[in-house]
């Protein structure tokens, strides 16, 4: 008997992406996917953005959330080019949901393109959306096994970066537990501290500009 297999139920999001990736291309803006933690400070790092590099570079946004526009009330106070994507119980966003939001983006008008993905450390690696590069946010707050126990991310991101730097005397975190941890299973990704609120971002600001060409900058 013939059994039906289904081999690759990502196909379809794959395609989309693919598409995606062709349009960003040929619009030359340079697409992270941001994944974080709930809370771990993915909003305030966007906001952190605009205030160090918004006036050297144009910096559009995506935003994934379940069902609010908060976030995006928040980005709009720094530019204008920002779309909230309401996933509705779905925990990640995938390709053509992004790519309903990029109809929505004057993307010629873009030098990069960051996508907020929604708040989980899990499915939003798994699902490819088109960009250049995945981004991993973690937090101080969140505890120091975290790493560890998402080692996908870890693997997938082009850097890590670890945020609430300013609170690190005042919660249990082991720093050097954690660099070991992102060590051992990604011995090649740059990992770099933050604090988005108190506005200490150089590291992630300086790898962002290093991916666009210098005369796409304003
Ligand atoms: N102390 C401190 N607090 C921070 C920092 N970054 C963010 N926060 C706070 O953490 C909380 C969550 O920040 P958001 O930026 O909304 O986090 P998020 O990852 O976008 O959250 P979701 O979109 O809900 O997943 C807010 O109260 C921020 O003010 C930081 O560097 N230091
Ligand atoms: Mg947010
Ligand atoms: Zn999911």
């Not at 005042?170 to 011995?187: Q, Y």
């Amino acid at each position: 008997m013939d059994i039906p297999i289904i081999e690759n139920v990502l196909k379809l999001n794959d395609e989309v992406a693919s598409i995606n990736r062709k349009t960003l291309k040929d619009a030359g803006v340079y697409t992270v996917d941001l994944i974080g933690s709930p809370g771990s400070g993915k909003t305030s790092l966007l906001e952190a953005t605009f205030k160090a590099i918004g006036d050297k570079v144009r910096i559009g946004v995506l935003v994934g959330d379940l069902t609010t526009a908060r976030d995006a009330t928040r980005i709009a106070k720094w530019c204008p080019d920002v779309v909230q994507i309401n996933t509705g119980k779905g925990c990640h966003l995938d390709a053509n949901q992004v790519r309903q939001g990029l109809d929505r983006l004057k993307l010629d008008e873009l030098d990069i393109l960051i996508i907020e993905n929604v708040g989980n450390l899990i499915c939003p690696v798994g699902f490819d959306l088109g960009q250049d590069a995945k981004v991993g946010l973690f937090s101080i707050a969140e505890g120091d096994d975290k790493a560890a126990k998402h080692p996908y991310i870890v693997q997938e991101a082009q850097i890590l970066l670890l945020n609430k730097m300013d609170l690190l005397p005042h919660v249990t975190f082991d720093l050097e537990l954690f660099k070991e941890d992102v060590a051992r299973i990604n011995p090649k990704v740059s990992l770099q501290q933050v604090s988005a609120t108190q506005g200490l971002i150089a590291p992630w600001c300086d790898w962002l500009l290093s991916h666009i060409a210098q005369d796409c900058t304003v």
